[in-house]
């Protein structure tokens, strides 16, 4: 069974400077796409970014970016000079070709911007 | 320009009792999936949908049934409720899971 792990359950940054939340996945498949989900205090769930694991560049969202090494099988998310807003938990998902478009998530990061 | 709505957003109920979530997207979406959000385990899928008329079990299905009479519907019924399944419930859709999937607001159902 694929899974996905999160390794930080809470983290915090200043405002304005740069934050990484980690996610570690595994699978036996080569086909393979990652996702990053926010979900405020509103409970929304939002999606950040997406990666499909047979592209080597790294995917970029505005402020957002991933560092995915797939031998590694990481997938990081960056967020560059944090707001406010960023404060929420954060979600990575995977989801396998061949898995009729099922995502599994990690357990979440709790990402708290202090001003 | 709904995307996807659920309801209700608030339910308490005694164990045992039963009830119905409807989850209702305007997208024209073939996919759907409803998930449970505990603190600590992420969202979990229950059960999910490719299609009009079919339904297939997730991860936690025990406890939970679901219809797709209509495609634009995806409805999550629990039988008996038990207070295992106090939970928040989200409803999502998707044209096709690879572009990631739009989510409901969520029910938080609590079972006392």
């Known amino acids: 069974a694929q899974t996905v792990t999160q390794s930080q359950p809470e983290m915090s940054v200043q405002e304005a400077e740069t934050v990484t939340l980690s996610c570690t996945y595994d699978t036996s498949e080569s086909n393979y796409y990652l996702f990053w989900y926010k979900q405020p205090p509103s409970r929304q769930m939002i999606l950040v970014i997406r990666q499909e694991a047979y592209k080597q560049q790294n995917a970029t969202e505005n402020r957002f970016s991933v560092n995915f090494q797939k031998a590694a099988k990481s997938f990081s998310l960056k967020i560059s000079d944090s707001q406010l807003g960023d404060t929420a938990m954060y979600f990575c998902a995977f989801m396998e070709e061949t898995s009729g478009s099922r995502l599994t998530f990690g357990e979440g990061t709790q990402l708290t911007v202090n001003p | 320009n709904a995307g996807v709505t659920q309801t209700p957003k608030f339910r308490v109920l005694k164990t045992g009792q039963s009830m119905t979530l409807l989850c209702a997207q305007d997208?024209?979406?073939?996919?759907m999936y409803w998930y449970r959000q505990d603190p600590g385990m992420g969202l979990r899928l229950i059960h999910y949908s490719v299609g009009e008329g079919t339904t297939a079990k997730g991860e936690v299905p025990d406890g939970y049934n679901v219809s797709r009479l209509k495609k634009q519907n995806f409805l999550l019924g629990l039988e008996s409720a038990a207070p295992s399944q106090t939970s928040v419930y989200f409803c999502?859709?998707?044209?096709?899971?690879?572009?990631?999937?739009?989510f409901g607001s969520g029910t938080r159902l609590t079972v006392v």
């Open positions: 997208m024209n979406h073939e996919y």
């Open positions: 999502a859709s998707s044209r096709t899971g690879f572009y990631g999937y739009t």
